[in-house]
């Protein structure tokens, strides 16, 4: 073998290991699930193999799973909008900031350290009615009576705000982090203000991190499961509420999948357009 | 011969230069996953052989507790055999993840309800038990065994362990015992107490209580769509479905919620932690039995004889008390004590008479049109 077949094979017997796991538990297990949306529930027992669109055409016509994707995409929305008001301040401030910065990030990173499910839950102690906040607020005089604020849709953002900022922030961190300061001080130089520097400059130079950062944010806002479960009220339900539902509480496995890869192709699709503007390399270099 | 002397043989070959490295670490290898690809078949195999654990899966909580302090742990003490103790917040859930399991991989299941038994059964995923390995079953009240009887003519797929209802629980800070006499199953759907009002975010027992407030018999409800109005109801006056045992106790302990519908024995666990909550059912409450039911493909000897531990009289009723749901036992053969007699459901006849199960072939025929058209409700259509 000579030497440039040998280097043309080295990537691929890297890359096996990698290609392997992908394969056996990404690729093999969802086609089988592609294969199940085809299939048909029984009254009771066993599902009926074979090949029937009833499941695809209930999940692309009826409304009901319609209006949850939409709701579910308004939420990821709006999540994905917060994040990114209340991220950005902060990756700024933290790429600015000298010598405490490691410090900064590594604050960033505790609350990966805690369970989601922990870190949801503390809010029923944060806003519950006996909770600190309505708590306090008696102790202070502000009100008579504890305010329910839990249990509905606003609830349900604020804590997927509290899940993902911090992917939204090292996201935009990455990205001012590779601006040079000196650009900055060019646009002064030559009399922009702060503000306009910043608006001219760095903000424009920082998008790519922001849109990854978004990205992310979107999509796993949009895949969430616990949240609704935790934070939500009766009516607050996401796209991934349904599935569980369908497989877990009906027993539906093949309406589930179906429910499942119409989540996928959507998500996919946003991905894409992503990857046609933006491209994919400014998302890893966010999750590096 | 076994594995290791053929290793030895194998070994020495290839030392005495017999066989290539090559050819050695090939036979080596294929001898791995040929004993990796065999062991979900060789669990079946196990099962009738020597077993070191048992899996078991309940409900979690006090529930749990109880069972691994009185029965588990003494159990694993006489006997040497390990019981894993798994929780699931409910049937359904932990039905779609036995569906998706190998054989032997869950063992006994403390089910709810004798539709849980019949859907078992449906999906055959029964076993049979060998009654003569569990003479502790001749202390089991006959209403109880009957009802799997009827499922199941020829043989038993579970022990009866214990019962309670799903009845009314209320904060008596802000719910008197008489207005919830008065307004017994209506309450759920009272504006008064909006935004104060719990409910398990379960389609039979939302399905239940539809029946019960629209003055229909729970076990054949004739006027659906009044049902799933009184349904509709409920969720716009609730707070929040509640998905476990635990956020059950917590929200009414927390006092986010005034009024819910509730399980006997986590009520009896509030009342004894202090919190004053009341707890009353409604006529036609919602009445379950819950048995510890042989997974097919389970170690039988080793379950039979986890269950025949489980029902001794002294067992039963530690873990009874632990529970806070009165035992399967019947109380006119054995002497319960003081303690099981005051707890709620508590039935001194044994006939269970004064109790309404669910049909299992009623609910399990509406189950998959009743479970969809409850997701959507929920949801607000």
Wanted: charged fraction near 20%; hydrophobic fraction near 45%; glycine fraction near 8%.
């Amino acid at each position: 073998m000579s030497i440039e077949q040998r280097e043309a094979r080295q990537p691929w017997i890297l890359l096996t290991p990698a290609l392997t796991a992908v394969t056996l538990l990404l690729i093999v297990p969802l086609m089988f699930i592609v294969v199940y949306s085809f299939w048909l529930k029984s009254a009771a027992g066993a599902d009926t193999p074979g090949f029937f669109l009833d499941n695809w055409q209930e999940a692309l016509t009826d409304s009901f799973y319609r209006d949850i994707l939409l709701n579910t995409l308004k939420i990821a929305a709006i999540t994905t909008l917060a994040c990114a008001l209340l991220g950005y301040p902060a990756a700024y401030f933290i790429s600015r900031s000298k010598g405490n910065k490691l410090i900064l990030l590594v604050l960033l990173m505790l609350p990966f350290w805690i369970s989601y499910i922990i870190r949801t839950m503390s809010w029923i102690n944060i806003l519950g009615v006996s909770g600190a906040l309505n708590s306090a607020m008696i102790w202070l005089g502000i009100i008579n009576e504890p305010i329910q604020m839990l249990y509905n849709q606003t609830t349900v953002i604020l804590g997927l705000v509290h899940f993902l900022l911090p992917f939204m922030v090292l996201n935009i961190f990455v990205s001012l982090d590779g601006i040079d300061t000196n650009l900055e001080d060019a646009a002064s130089s030559l009399g922009a203000t702060r503000w306009q520097g910043f608006l001219q400059v760095t903000l424009p130079l920082s998008l790519p991190g922001l849109a990854a950062g978004g990205l992310l944010c979107f999509v796993l806002a949009a895949g969430t499961y616990i949240t609704p479960v935790i934070l939500g009220g009766p009516r607050d339900a996401m796209f991934a509420n349904l599935v569980y539902e369908a497989i877990i509480r009906q027993l539906d496995w093949p309406l589930g999948s179906a429910l499942s890869l119409l989540l996928l192709i959507v998500l996919g699709v946003l991905v894409l357009i992503y990857n046609r503007y933006l491209g994919m390399a400014q998302l890893a270099k966010g999750l590096g | 011969m076994d594995d290791t002397k053929r290793y030895e043989r194998l070994r020495e070959r290839f030392q005495n230069g017999d066989i290539s490295r090559r050819s050695f670490f090939g036979l080596l290898g294929a001898a791995g996953a040929a004993y990796g690809l065999q062991m979900p078949f060789a669990r079946q195999a196990f099962a009738a052989g020597d077993v070191s654990q048992v899996r078991f899966d309940g409900w979690g909580g006090v529930v749990s507790e109880a069972f691994r302090k009185f029965a588990f742990d003494p159990y694993t003490e006489k006997t040497g055999i390990k019981v894993i103790d798994g929780t699931f917040p409910g049937g359904d859930e932990y039905l779609a993840l036995v569906r998706a399991s190998q054989p032997g991989e869950y063992n006994i299941a403390h089910l709810s309800g004798v539709f849980d038994y019949a859907r078992y059964h449906s999906f055959d995923l029964n076993s049979e038990l060998n009654l003569a390995n569990i003479p502790n079953m001749a202390n089991v009240m006959p209403a109880l065994m009957n009802a799997f009887k009827s499922i199941t003519p020829d043989s038993l797929s579970a022990a009866p362990y214990n019962y309670g209802t799903t009845g009314l629980a209320y904060n008596r800070k802000h719910i008197s015992d008489e207005e919830m006499k008065e307004k017994g199953a209506k309450i759920l759907i009272d504006e008064k107490y909006k935004g104060k009002i719990g409910g398990w975010g379960d389609w039979r027992t939302r399905m239940w209580y539809a029946a019960l407030q629209t003055g229909q018999d729970p076990n054949d409800i004739k006027d659906t769509d009044a049902a799933w109005d009184a349904v509709r109801k409920h969720r716009d006056v609730a707070l929040k479905y509640w998905a476990s045992g635990a956020e059950l106790m917590s929200l009414l302990a927390e006092e986010e919620i005034y009024v819910t519908e509730g399980w006997s024995g986590r009520i009896y666990a509030l009342q004894e932690q202090g919190h004053d909550i009341g707890y009353y059912d409604p006529p036609q409450s919602f009445g379950w039995q819950e048995c510890l039911f042989v997974i097919k493909g389970s170690p039988m000897a080793a379950c039979e004889e986890l269950i025949n531990f489980m029902l001794d009289k002294d067992t039963s009723i530690a873990v009874a008390e632990g529970q806070s749901y009165p035992p399967a036992l019947d109380p006119t053969k054995v002497d319960l004590g003081e303690k099981i007699p005051k707890l709620p459901a508590f039935d001194p006849t044994g006939t269970l008479s004064g109790l309404t199960f669910a049909n299992p072939a009623y609910w399990n025929g509406n189950e998959a049109d009743w479970s969809k058209e409850f997701g959507r409700v929920q949801r607000g259509y």
